[in-house]
C-alpha cells in the first residue's frame, strides 16, 4: 500500500462528502417525484369515484387543475435539486483547488524558508484523516443504500450539470400516475 499524503486523503474525503450529499439531493428528488405520483393517482381516483356525481366539464377541469399543480411542483423540486446539484458541485470544485493551493505554498514555504514543521505536521495528520474518511466512506455508502431503497433501483448517477427541466416532465409523471408506475423526476 502506497503512502498517501495529506492533500490526497483531503480531496478523498472531500469528494466522499460531495457524494454523500449529491445522494441526499438525489434521495429529495425522487422521494418527490414518487409522492407527486402519489398524489396524481389519489387525485384520479377521488375524481373517478364521484366521477358520476359531476358534469363532464367539472372532472375534465378538476383533473386538468390537479395535472397543473403536479407539474409546477414537479417542476419546482426539479429546479431546486438541479440547483442544489450544482452548489455541490461548485463547493466540491473550490474544495479541490483551495487544498491543491495549499499544499503547493505549504510546500513552497518549507522550501523557502527550511522550516519542516508543516510536513511533519501533516505527515502526522494522515492517520487521523485517513480514519475520518473511513466513516464518511460508510455514511456514503449508507446514503447510497437510501437513495436505492426510495427510487427502488439504482438511479442513474447525477453528474453537476445545470440542465433545462423538460416540458415533458409533467406529461411523464401524468402517464406514471395513470399507469402505476413509478418515474423518476429529472430522469
Do not use: H
Amino acid at each position: 500500500m502506497t503512502a498517501k499524503n495529506l492533500s490526497t486523503v483531503t480531496n478523498e474525503l472531500i469528494a466522499s462528502y460531495g457524494n454523500t450529499a449529491k445522494n441526499v439531493i438525489e434521495a429529495y428528488r425522487v422521494g418527490n417525484a414518487r409522492m407527486a405520483n402519489y398524489v396524481d393517482q389519489r387525485w384520479a381516483n377521488a375524481v373517478e369515484k364521484v366521477g358520476s356525481q359531476l358534469s363532464a366539464e367539472i372532472r375534465t377541469n378538476a383533473v386538468a387543475a390537479e395535472k397543473k399543480v403536479s407539474a409546477y411542483y414537479t417542476k419546482s423540486v426539479g429546479l431546486g435539486t438541479d440547483g442544489a446539484d450544482l452548489a455541490v458541485t461548485k463547493v466540491l470544485m473550490l474544495a479541490d483547488r483551495s487544498v491543491a493551493q495549499v499544499a503547493a505554498n505549504a510546500s513552497r514555504f518549507e522550501k523557502a524558508t527550511g522550516f519542516t514543521a508543516l510536513n511533519t505536521i501533516a505527515s502526522v495528520a494522515v492517520p487521523a484523516a485517513v480514519a475520518v474518511s473511513g466513516v464518511a466512506f460508510k455514511v456514503e455508502a449508507k446514503s447510497d443504500q437510501l437513495v436505492r431503497s426510495i427510487a427502488g433501483a439504482k438511479p442513474r448517477a447525477k453528474r453537476a450539470v445545470a440542465k433545462r427541466v423538460a416540458a415533458s416532465k409533467p406529461r411523464a409523471a401524468a402517464k406514471a400516475a395513470k399507469t402505476g408506475k413509478a418515474v423518476l423526476a429529472g430522469k
